[in-house]
């Protein structure tokens, strides 16, 4: 008998066009003891599949048919204080967002005390000493000092290991986990993925891993389920599902991953989004040995404290695309807003196209003639957007701004052809941010930022939100843009595939310093320094002849953040 039998379920969502269907009799079982992975693009279903059996749809969705049986009970219709006494205690759930899933005004330590209490009969000072206990078997450093901190203080990494933590806390038999490494450098990422594998595994518990990164899927996973559409297209063992894809899917979404040999054309995007033609005028080109941007001696301090950024100095040439790498708090990001002037730096200079534009205060650079040329996509599409802009407005905002284009035909024209772009439908254009899904939303964000054909083109994470599919137009989009209009790239990616891809050359930060530098082809194929070494082995890939499985990963690889 199965841990978990999802049975022919369907799911429907009431809305003011009717009841859309999301999941349309979906079948799948875990194993005590396995991992399952469910991979598929946004919209598959996959989160809906993770919600529906926890019960914690919302109240727009309907269960309308199929059945969800847990350890042999039916679940699907359970009542409220039965829910309570299942959730947390025999099977539990790692959110895609631990920072928006803990409670901001809470400590850590109490909020591990709250799930505990809630199962187990205990005083405030045993689930204290437990909550410390859990702290410290996730391996967060210096347990004691976390116990009392608030989710704000803490990194992504740790918040994740904290929502770990709580998942554990009681000791459940299935544990779900929905996207948990989103937005987590590789390094970061391996090591709570070793982390989850190894706890699951030393407590003989089930885990439904929901990714769409296959890599992922293939390193820590027994079996891999493919949802498109609210549909289980085809479940198999990685080695058999990635060496051997018998859906049409399937296939589409291996050809469109990026591994460790892949180059941007190799990558097959979806037919269904297309790619367009250059709609934009065409850029000057410079001439192939001028400096673009020269960065010398780039300080950021923040208080008083260690600064950010130590003396950092690089070139970019036109049409040139240089990629910064390293882990959280490296400060690539930082590097990347004082280039775009939106920090001022501590000291050093920065110089574009011969002009000093870090002499220019960041509150008076949007006057300067140069501000078009260098545009920014930001890490968080949904913080970055404004929510009373339409995605219209949003692509429309620097037209107007910039080059002064009004409401006639030629600006809807430039805001639709730019959409056509990064494959956004032309349909969406009258939606508001919070009507968009994060990979809608990221493509408004790249679709604004080149709409006025800047000449450094700053991308910090870029793709980190979209589907493999749409993330291959979108780099094939970015590629021919590069090489057909001259632009030069400064591209911050955690996906190290990516800027193996993308970028000529490659800068490895740790902790506001560059450690190594030069062609990427190199860095990633022969790193010299031992932290390159470690951010190239974190990368998860799949092998179609060999996909690895957790039994064959050391449970002592994963280290405290």
Do not use: W
């Not at 850590?108 to 437990?130: C, K």
């Not at 010398?296 to 950010?308: M, Q």
């Not at 775009?340 to 000093?356: A, P, V, W």
């Amino acid at each position: 008998m199965s841990l978990l039998a999802i049975e022919d379920l369907e799911v429907g969502f009431a809305t003011r066009s009717g009841r859309v269907a999301a999941l349309k009799g979906v079948s799948l079982a875990v194993e005590a003891g396995e991992t399952l992975g469910l991979v598929g693009e946004s919209g598959s279903g996959k989160s809906v599949t993770a919600f529906s059996v926890m019960r914690l749809l919302d109240r727009s969705a309907t269960i309308s048919g199929g059945r969800i049986v847990y350890a042999g009970q039916d679940i699907t219709r359970l009542g409220r204080a039965d829910l309570r006494a299942l959730r947390g205690a025999a099977m539990t759930m790692v959110f895609q967002n631990p920072r928006a899933a803990l409670n901001p005004i809470r400590t850590v330590g109490l909020q591990i005390a709250d799930a505990l209490r809630a199962h187990i009969d205990m005083s405030a000072a045993q689930a204290r000493a437990e909550a410390l206990g859990l702290l410290a078997a996730v391996q967060i450093r210096d347990p004691e000092a976390r116990l009392d901190a608030y989710p704000h203080e803490l990194s992504g990494g740790m918040c994740q290991r904290v929502m770990i933590a709580m998942a554990m806390s009681c000791a459940p038999k299935l544990l779900i986990a929905d996207e948990p490494t989103t937005g987590l450098d590789v390094t970061t990422q391996k090591t709570v993925m070793d982390l989850l594998a190894g706890l699951t595994r030393s407590r003989g518990m089930a885990m439904m891993l929901i990714t769409h990164d296959l890599g992922l899927a293939a390193e820590y996973c027994d079996r891999v389920a493919v949802m498109e559409q609210g549909r289980i297209v085809e479940t198999a063992s990685p080695a058999t599902l990635f060496s051997d894809p018998r859906h049409a899917y399937t296939r589409r979404l291996v050809a469109a991953s990026p591994t460790r040999t892949s180059t941007v054309a190799s990558l097959t995007a979806d037919p269904a989004l297309p790619a367009g033609v250059v709609a934009f005028p065409q850029v000057r080109r410079e001439s192939a040995q001028a400096a673009l941007l020269t960065v010398e001696g780039l300080v950021k301090r923040f208080g008083s404290g260690e600064p950010a950024v130590k003396g950092v100095s690089f070139n970019i040439r036109a049409g040139e695309s240089l990629g910064l790498v390293g882990e959280s708090g490296s400060g690539k990001s930082t590097i990347s807003r004082m280039v775009c002037r939106l920090l001022d730096q501590s000291e050093g200079s920065i110089l574009f196209d011969g002009e000093d534009i870090g002499a220019i205060p960041t509150g008076k650079f949007h006057q300067s003639p140069l501000r078009k040329a260098i545009q920014i996509v930001f890490q968080d599409p949904g913080d970055s957007l404004n929510p009373r802009f339409s995605a219209f407005d949003s692509i429309a905002d620097p037209l107007r701004k910039l080059l002064g284009l009004g409401k006639g035909r030629e600006l809807k024209d430039r805001v639709a052809a730019t959409a056509d772009q990064v494959g956004l439908p032309l349909d969406l254009l009258d939606r508001f941010p919070h009507q968009l899904s994060g990979g809608q939303k990221a493509r408004v964000g790249i679709a604004r930022a080149i709409s006025v054909a800047p000449r450094l083109l700053v991308l910090d994470e870029p793709t980190a939100a979209l589907d493999v599919s749409v993330q291959a137009v979108v780099l094939q989009l970015l590629d021919r843009l590069r090489r057909e209009q001259g632009m030069a790239y400064l591209f911050v990616s955690h996906d190290l595939n990516v800027i193996r891809m993308m970028c000529d050359e490659t800068i490895v930060m740790q902790n506001g310093s560059i450690v190594e530098r030069g062609p990427s082809q190199r860095i990633f194929d022969a790193p010299a320094e031992a932290y390159t070494r470690q951010l190239v082995a974190a990368i998860p890939h799949f092998d179609p002849h060999r996909a690895r499985q957790p039994a064959d990963m050391p449970a002592s690889r994963s280290q405290p953040l």
